[in-house]
């Protein structure tokens, strides 16, 4: 059962272009969610987070929107830059779940000249 | 900062070895740390909760007596992959949770350990 779903395997954008990349989850009893990004070989590097009291977070070219209604957020990348092209992870916990996160499938960005 | 190392980066063993990944946060402490592992274009798969002082709680289906976790201090956690075998072979990540203001846990993660058994 996959409780976390992206569910476009991989973008294409060009540089200076808004990228967004899309995350739906199906367990109401997430209230926290994170994005993350991924080289090959390496771990995922944080990007950025939304507690589900809020419907927007921003930090700098990172905006994170969460629709509850529709359990569904989105990670907004603009201008988009040749070295954001990786794989985008978003992940999300719920409170008294011990910290765990539940990771999507992942979607590889590619952003282009 | 939150930084999180891993150590080796990678390793080559023969079957039926054992190997240690070592886990450390440099710069928070980490009551809770996490183990996870990645299949080739997959997503990360949690294998274990590991807590300082305590033992590590297992996801359904990972062997505990084959992956031994240790969490000796607030900022080292170690896996322990014992009598190792080919399907072992994976890339293993850890994750340190750091505590962010309001509360919210954020989970910084390692380079990750690339472990490949002949």
């Known amino acids: 059962d996959q409780q976390v779903k992206q569910n476009s395997p991989s973008l294409s954008v060009q540089e200076g272009r808004i990228s967004i990349l899309n995350c739906d989850?199906?367990?109401?009893?997430?209230?926290?969610?994170?994005?993350?990004?991924?080289?090959?070989?390496?771990?995922?590097?944080?990007?950025?987070?939304?507690?589900?009291?809020?419907?927007?977070?921003?930090?700098?070219?990172?905006?994170?929107?969460?629709?509850?209604?529709?359990?569904?957020?989105?990670?907004?990348?603009?201008?988009?830059?040749?070295?954001?092209?990786?794989?985008?992870?978003?992940?999300?916990?719920?409170?008294?779940?011990?910290?765990?996160?539940?990771?999507?499938?992942g979607t590889q960005l590619k952003v282009e000249l | 900062g939150a930084v999180v190392s891993q150590h080796p980066s990678w390793v080559i063993c023969k079957s039926g070895t054992s190997v240690k990944i070592e886990c450390r946060s440099l710069d928070f402490q980490a009551t809770t740390m996490f183990w996870y592992r990645q299949f080739p274009k997959q997503s990360l798969m949690l294998m274990a909760t590991s807590n300082e002082g305590s033992k590590a709680t297992y996801e359904q289906g990972v062997e505990k007596d084959k992956f031994l976790i240790n969490h000796a201090s607030l900022t080292l956690s170690t896996l322990t992959v014992t009598s190792a075998h080919p399907e072992d072979s994976s890339f293993y990540i850890c994750s340190a949770a750091k505590t962010g203001g309001g509360g919210t846990d954020t989970q910084y993660f390692g380079p990750g350990t690339r472990l490949t058994v002949l």
């Open chain 1, 25 to 105: 989850y199906t367990n109401s009893m997430f209230d926290y969610f994170l994005w993350y990004k991924k080289y090959p070989a390496e771990g995922p590097t944080f990007l950025i987070s939304i507690s589900s009291i809020k419907d927007k977070n921003e930090d700098g070219r990172f905006t994170v929107f969460l629709n509850k209604s529709a359990k569904h957020l989105s990670l907004h990348i603009v201008p988009s830059q040749p070295g954001d092209s990786a794989v985008y992870f978003c992940a999300a916990s719920y409170t008294g779940g011990g910290n765990k996160l539940t990771f999507g499938t």
